[in-house]
């Protein structure tokens, strides 16, 4: 299966947050899912932490060894995706949540998140 981590769920797994259902960390774990971080978490974790509203232990280089240490594939965003957005409902107007969820659509994949919006979406959501 392949899972795409909201940005909330990726920062609570690097750091060992106990809020993840440990289902959902079995689920991440599972090696033969593969899991996937949007780049639109990637800039929603970097305009946090530039408006201070977000501290990571170890800075923001420990998420890019934590990618690349642990296989997880970074997401582009690309034409299509953007395309997606202007027929996407606006249930959810959080703009990274909206990209999370047509990268998603586009790519048949499963987002873990604890966003209860999400599932008022076409789209697979474990929570």
Not at 64 to 93: A, C
Not at 98 to 126: C, E, H, P, W
Request: proline share 2%.
């Amino acid at each position: 299966m392949d899972l795409l981590l909201d940005t909330h769920v990726l920062l609570w797994y690097i750091s060992g947050n106990s809020l993840i259902p440990s289902k959902l960390i079995q689920t991440i774990n599972d090696e033969t899912n593969k899991c996937f971080i949007s780049i639109a978490s990637i800039w929603e974790i970097v305009i946090k932490l530039s408006l201070n509203k977000l501290e990571i232990k170890g800075g923001f280089n420990t998420i890019e060894d934590f990618l690349e240490n642990n296989d997880f594939e970074l997401l582009p965003i690309d034409f299509e995706h953007s395309k997606r957005l202007l027929n996407l409902e606006l249930i959810h107007r959080d703009p990274f949540d909206r990209m999370i969820i047509v990268q998603a659509q586009a790519g048949n994949m499963t987002i873990i998140s604890k966003d209860a919006y999400f599932k008022d979406y076409n789209i697979q959501v474990l929570w």
